[in-house]
């Protein structure tokens, strides 16, 4: 694989990409489009505001790379603000009456075990997500979470090609990412 196609898988699997998109397909196939708003401006919000926040803590020389690749940037540029983000989001949606308030709070759970895990080993978010997204499709579209599920090895190998994870920190993303997905399968669907 090479670097340039390593950054454009890279970007495609990048969980502020991924993410929203597949939540954002996933919640107007459940409760329609109409019903979808107050989950979609959720979503959308809370991608925006860690854009705009890591793009000044960049500007500011915070943090080294849009990645947050320094497994000592980590905590406060992406785990604190993201698990901050998921409560705002989870009362948000009971405040709308949404029904993702259980699988919101679960994410939130991932987003904690991620973040201990940091402690040791700079677990890859790119892996964990691509892997986790693809168990979130599968009881819906099954092919499509199949396809996910397929392209997640890839978007785990292209964060080692271009030098922002081991393998083993791959490795670590893959299993949490299945482990959730399943687990959130099992809970959820």
């Known amino acids: 694989m090479t670097k340039q196609t390593a950054n454009l898988i890279s970007t495609l699997g990048h969980p502020f990409l991924l993410l929203p998109l597949v939540l954002a397909w996933l919640t107007i196939l459940k409760v329609g489009f109409e019903a979808a708003?107050?989950?979609?401006?959720?979503?959308?919000?809370?991608i925006i505001v860690m854009v705009v926040f890591l793009y000044f803590k960049k500007k500011k020389g915070?943090?080294?790379?849009w990645d947050v690749s320094v497994q000592q940037e980590r905590s406060r540029n992406i785990?604190?603000?993201i698990l901050l983000l998921t409560g705002v989001a989870a009362a948000m949606l009971y405040f709308f009456k949404q029904p993702f308030i259980g699988d919101?709070?679960?994410?939130?759970?991932?987003?904690?075990?991620?973040?201990?895990?940091n402690a040791r080993i700079k677990v890859s978010q790119h892996t964990v997500m691509a892997y986790y997204v693809s168990f979130l499709v599968m009881p819906v579209n099954f092919w499509v979470g199949l396809g996910l599920l397929a392209f997640a090895p890839l978007i785990g190998w292209s964060r080692v090609v271009l030098g922002r994870h081991k393998k083993e920190e791959v490795l670590v993303g893959t299993l949490v990412g299945i482990v959730f997905g399943l687990l959130h399968w099992w809970l959820f669907e």
């Open 104 to 117: 919101t709070l679960f994410f939130g759970l991932l987003i904690l075990v991620c973040y201990a895990i």
């Open 62 to 65: 915070e943090i080294s790379n």
């Open 37 to 46: 708003w107050p989950t979609l401006a959720a979503i959308f919000a809370c």
């Open 79 to 81: 785990y604190r603000p």
